[in-house]
């Protein structure tokens, strides 16, 4: 189920996310969010079942940008 490249991407994309510029702001975080969802879903809609497997990496980094977003709400981080 998970090859070497998909833990490469998924273990890529959490670090980067970790350390972009999206912790300044909630607006920030919540666009993120945002658009990671959107990416999943759009993966998930051009996914037949056989490859569904082929969206977990972008799932996972969705969640993660739900959380960073969660987070900055509850830390009262500033909205532009």
Known sequence: M??????TIV??????????SHTGSLDDA???FLEALADYQSCMNSTTGESITNCEPKRLIA????RTYKN????????H
Do not use: H, I
Not at 2 to 7: G, K, L, P, S
Not at 63 to 66: C, G, K, P, R, S
Not at 72 to 79: K, L, N, R, Y
């Open 11 to 20: 273990s890529t994309a959490l670090f980067l996310a970790g350390c972009g």
């Open 2 to 7: 998970w090859n070497v490249t998909n833990v």
């Open 30 to 32: 919540r666009n993120q």
């Open 72 to 79: 900055a709400m509850s830390s009262g981080a500033s909205s």
């Open 63 to 66: 969640e993660e940008a739900e």
